[in-house]
């Protein structure tokens, strides 16, 4: 029964998303005005492809900045900046001291020094597209009432296993964020690209009440906006909107980023959580299906479909968000994700079980 309900979810989701059409290029004339907050600590080695991407923004550099912000780096990070060929107007600071999140410090203080009304946060792990500015000015032009805008954060290539298990699922995890802009209510957001009007930022209260999450700087504050303009949100679907991000190494690495992520959403109850009680279920639902079938050969005719139905369903939606996103996700890839995906997550609500401390950039959380 709840594997029934849950193939009924994914089709509602997999129908919904494939009647939202991806925002194409206007071209419209550059009106908007764009403060890029980038806070970073010990990123020497990732700073030269964002900024390489930076330099080949089209868009008129009296209408953009971008702040570079040191969260306390102790590698080369501010020499990398300041030795870079820069072609755009940018600002390096040093974040500004204060308690609890370090990252939060470090975006209000480029967010307070900013010129422009409109501010991206983006981290500095990523890299754009060229038309990344021009085609937020389009969107921009054509809902100009829109006060936050989310946008998609996706995996480059990957060649490691780790690397491939991490390009799928944050393709499942634009798939669930699109979704819930849609149907009017969010409940996922990220803030390696995440934008919004900063006089409405400040308006909402900023990052006050949160200070003392790691993270958070992007679903807390999609969750104020939300409360304060709940009609003024909405998801940006281009792949010229895209953040591209590397993955993280290793096992550990991958353990780490999902406790810290799983922080800011523990204790909320909304289609976010229900989503994820129903797949456990449904997984839960095909191993007593296995198990029976080991005693009872009739019933691996009924695993048999429980798989082909739940594989088949993955599949379409993932193969969906990555054409959205001209990602290349092949069957034989896919398939390699959707057996090792459970199992890590199995290792990952042992940690949160745990509830031990998280690292992060160096530093020890715990929360």
């Not at 299906?289 to 048999?304: D, G, T």
Request: proline share 4%; aromatic share 14%.
């Amino acid at each position: 029964m709840i594997t029934l309900i849950y193939a009924a979810v994914l089709l509602r989701i997999i129908r919904i998303l494939k009647g939202n059409k991806v925002f194409e290029l206007k071209n419209h004339q550059p009106a908007g005005e764009f403060s890029i907050i980038i806070p970073f600590r010990n990123e020497q080695n990732n700073l030269p492809s964002l900024i390489a991407s930076l330099n080949a923004l089209r868009y008129p550099q009296d209408k953009f900045e971008v702040i570079f912000v040191n969260d306390h780096s102790i590698d080369a990070s501010v020499e990398t900046i300041r030795h870079a060929e820069i072609s755009f107007p940018y600002l390096l600071l040093d974040a500004e001291s204060g308690a609890g999140s370090p990252k939060k410090n470090a975006l209000l203080t480029g967010i307070r020094r900013s010129r422009y009304s409109h501010i991206i946060t983006l981290d500095a792990d990523v890299t754009i597209e060229p038309a990344f500015l021009q085609i937020r000015n389009d969107f921009l032009v054509e809902n100009s009432e829109i006060k936050l805008i989310s946008a998609p954060v996706l995996i480059e290539d990957a060649i490691s296993f780790i690397g491939r298990i991490q390009k799928g699922e944050f393709l499942a995890l634009q798939a669930l964020t699109e979704y819930g802009f849609l149907r009017g209510n969010p409940f996922l957001s990220n803030g390696a690209n995440l934008s919004f009007d900063k006089s409405a930022f400040f308006e909402t209260g900023a990052y006050a009440g949160h200070m003392d999450f790691a993270g958070g700087d992007d679903i807390f504050l999609m969750e104020k906006f939300k409360k304060h303009f709940p009609t003024q949100l909405s998801y940006l679907k281009s792949p010229l909107a895209a953040a591209k991000t590397k993955p993280v190494t290793n096992l550990n690495a991958w353990i780490q980023q999902r406790v810290r992520w799983s922080k800011k959403t523990a204790g909320k109850f909304n289609f976010g959580m229900m989503f994820l009680l129903l797949q456990m279920w449904t997984f839960f639902e095909g191993f007593l299906l296995f198990a029976v079938s080991v005693y009872r050969p009739e019933f691996f005719v009924l695993w048999l479909i429980w798989l082909m139905l739940i594989i088949g369903l993955h599949y379409r939606l993932l193969r969906h968000t990555a054409r959205t996103y001209r990602i290349r996700l092949d069957f034989p890839e896919f398939l390699s994700i959707q057996i090792a995906l459970p199992l890590l997550y199995v290792l990952l609500g042992l940690k949160l079980i745990i509830n031990s401390p998280f690292e992060w950039k160096g530093r020890r959380f715990d929360k």
